[in-house]
Nanobody
């Protein structure tokens, strides 16, 4: 059974940075699963931010995330990170880690089979 556990969220001020982490465990159907980060603000749909392949560090970002969000992974530690820079109040949301039984760092939520419980990020002005 695959499990994903996020951490690193919290209450910060505008302009601050955070580093979110997602530790994964269990057996995937593929041996090189891609992983991604999404977020969901209250009353809004889940939004893709970034994804990364297992090998080669191929990344995929939504246009709005480029330059302020950086995804990386440490396969030895089974951890995926999302560094969020220069945070704004509109970045306030629940941030979710996701994993998929595929190698391509996909953008749409339905392509991911596994999800963590999320970590809340709140940015005050």
């Amino acid at each position: 059974q695959v499990q994903l556990v996020e951490s690193g969220g919290g209450l910060v001020q505008a302009g601050d940075s955070l580093r979110l982490a997602c530790v994964f465990s269990g057996d995937f159907l593929v041996n090189q699963p891609a992983m991604g980060w999404f977020r969901q603000a209250q009353g809004k749909e889940r939004e893709f931010l970034a994804a990364i392949s297992w090998v080669g560090g191929i990344t995929n970002y939504t246009a709005s995330a480029k330059g302020r969000f950086i995804i990386s992974r440490d396969n030895a530690k089974k951890t995926v990170y999302l560094e969020a820079l220069r945070l704004k109040p509109e970045d306030t949301a629940m941030y979710y880690c996701a994993a998929r039984n595929g190698r391509h760092p996909a953008q749409t939520p339905h392509e991911y089979e596994y999800w963590g419980q999320g970590t809340q990020v709140t940015v005050s002005s």
